[in-house]
């Protein structure tokens, strides 16, 4: 049996979310099945009862997906509470280009994808530079503080 999946954020600001983590992914957002104008109207479509519609939720995307089709779509679910604890997982983002490139090739690579990131909205956290075993990445976090590397 072929099993698919998708991630799931708990998230307080969707469109936010959907802004930064397309530019930081290489996605796009998720655009509304054929025929219906946003989700919303789409999951109105499918009899999805409208107590369990929030005010708001699928007027604006609140997925991404990549368009090459590989990898998996993210949803970013909105959620009342804030985020209160540290990550049990997170993202690498793999800009530096892997252990075959001359790790001064990996900083500039990893600091140009810092730059940019911060610039959409991150925060950078710290520089994890371990010389001895041609390391090099920084820790951050996306506008709602979740944990994420850039390697």
Request: glycine share 10%; with cysteine.
């Amino acid at each position: 049996m072929e099993t698919t999946w998708h991630l799931t954020i708990d998230c307080s600001d969707p469109r936010r979310m959907v802004a930064f983590w397309a530019g930081a992914l290489g996605y796009v957002p998720e655009p509304a099945p054929d025929g219906h104008a946003t989700w919303r109207a789409y999951w109105k479509a499918m009899g999805v009862p409208p107590e369990e519609l929030p005010p708001g939720a699928g007027d604006i995307p609140e997925s991404i997906v990549d368009p090459a089709g590989n990898g998996p779509r993210v949803w970013f679910q909105k959620v009342p509470e804030p985020k209160t604890a540290k990550n049990r997982w997170h993202f690498d983002l793999q800009a530096g280009g892997g252990r075959d490139v001359p790790l001064d090739v990996r900083k500039q690579r990893v600091g140009a994808a810092v730059d940019r990131l911060v610039e959409a909205g991150a925060t950078l956290l710290r520089i994890k530079d371990e010389p001895a075993m041609a390391f090099y990445a920084a820790a951050m976090r996306d506008p709602e503080g979740n944990e994420f590397d850039v390697v």
